[in-house]
């Protein structure tokens, strides 16, 4: 890791994706104080880092991961039973947000974990490397709970230091994904976490779920497997965010079920669910693709085996799912920005922006496997890695 520096910092680019579509050939990047001071259209003169070998693009924005899961010592999903102490599970997490770092992801969402706070926190003042972290804290998931006692939660978990609010409003994938809170739940969530100026993350695999989370003004719907193109266009008549994944998760969870499997709904009738859920997953983002006006972003609901690995999902929904490689950078950088309320500061290429830049190996945008390739990661103008 090299500090940030108070001088300027000339960064030469090969090729620039400025995260909103647009490339520059030959281009330069002046970094000052952590911020984008300037960028040139041609690179000439004395530089910092020379990457006209590569192509430099924003810092990308993984909507959905989740820092806290991990396996342990004994090559297990790790559980609160397993014997593992909370500094050997911040350890864990610690090396989970280095990885995911420096695999060109410097900021993410992490939809449920209390123990991000500490985390978030200690990136943030520096002495900890990792991804820019926004965190929903404790998930709200009980369908017993009344509007009064959900209004209370949410303004609870704003004085506790959540950046947004988690909702589960449908089962998981593994047990059918059915919708669990009821509309008078939802509007109580996300009616008082916009009246507390939170954005809401719903939980929602089936059309019902998503169709009530749209209605109550709720902010991104992750998932949805079994969305419909009635609930997609609903979606983007209200301007709901929508946040699939293409199949990396469930690739993940089948490639290590040895140490999942046993653990929770982690059996044979939830693990035969996600094999069936990574061609459904494949089908809805295409129906997504096709609804005018949706606004879709990038998350991956990497856990445990797939951190550090999240451009998968990328390369997935421009190889399978037929999504045009800068489309899926767009989603990754200024879109995903705009849904974390951050589109000013981060997830562009351009003056005054947080300078959270990678390079690659080839041009992303003809060739989305370039991102498995980073060459180079810089998080608010320090360098986390730089291996030419």
Same mark, same amino acid.
């Given at each position: 890791m090299l500090a940030a520096q108070a001088a300027p910092v000339i960064i030469r680019a090969g090729r620039l994706l400025d995260g909103r579509g647009g490339s520059t050939a030959n281009a330069s990047i002046v970094v000052q104080q952590g911020v984008i001071g300037r960028v040139d259209g041609a690179a000439t003169g004395p530089v910092t880092?020379? /990457? =006209? &070998?590569?192509?430099? %693009? +924003? *810092? /990308?924005?993984? *909507?959905?991961?989740? %820092? =806290?899961?991990? !396996? @342990? &010592? @004994?090559? &297990?999903?790790?559980? =609160?039973?397993?014997g593992d102490t909370p500094v050997q599970s911040m350890l864990a997490m610690s090396g989970n947000a280095f990885a995911t770092l420096t695999s060109g992801v410097t900021t993410i969402q992490s939809p449920g974990s209390p123990e991000d706070k500490d985390l978030r926190d200690f990136i943030a003042t520096g002495p900890t490397p990792g991804p820019r972290i926004l965190t929903s804290l404790q998930p709200i998931s009980s369908p017993r709970l009344t509007p009064d006692s959900l209004h209370e939660i949410v303004r609870r978990r704003k004085a506790d230091g959540a950046d947004f609010i988690k909702i589960f409003a449908s089962a998981s994938i593994r047990d059918g994904g059915a919708q669990t809170l009821s509309q008078e739940q939802l509007d109580a969530i996300c009616g008082e976490a916009k009246a507390q100026g939170l954005r809401t993350l719903v939980h929602?695999?089936? +059309?019902? =779920?998503?169709?009530?989370?749209? %209605?109550? *003004?709720?902010?991104?719907?992750?998932?949805?497997? !079994?969305?419909t193109d009635e609930v997609l266009r609903l979606m983007a008549e209200r301007g709901t965010y929508f946040d699939p994944q293409c199949g990396l998760v469930f690739r993940n969870y089948l490639e290590n079920r040895a140490k999942y499997e046993g653990i929770g709904n982690y059996n044979e009738a939830g693990f035969a669910a996600m094999e069936k859920?990574? +061609? %459904?997953?494949?089908?809805?983002?295409k129906r997504a693709r096709a609804t005018p006006g949706l606004k879709i972003v990038w998350g991956t609901d990497a856990v445990a085996g797939a951190l550090g690995r999240n451009v998968e999902d990328l390369i997935c929904r421009a190889q399978d799912g037929g999504q045009p490689p800068m489309e899926a950078i767009i989603s990754a950088t200024s879109l995903g920005a705009q849904a974390l309320g951050l589109g000013s500061q981060i997830g562009s290429i351009a003056p005054g922006y947080q300078a959270d830049l990678i390079a690659v190996d080839g041009d992303p945008s003809k060739d989305i496997t370039a991102l498995r390739r980073v060459v180079f990661v810089m998080k608010g103008g320090r360098v986390y890695r730089w291996t030419p």
């Open positions: 880092y020379d /990457l =006209s &070998r590569y192509t430099v %693009l +924003p *810092g /990308l924005i993984d *909507g959905h991961a989740h %820092l =806290s899961w991990y !396996f @342990n &010592r @004994n090559g &297990r999903y790790h559980t =609160s039973s397993d929602a695999h089936s +059309p019902e =779920s998503m169709k009530a989370a749209t %209605l109550a *003004g709720c902010t991104q719907i992750e998932h949805g497997v !079994f969305a859920a990574i +061609p %459904l997953a494949v089908a809805a983002f």
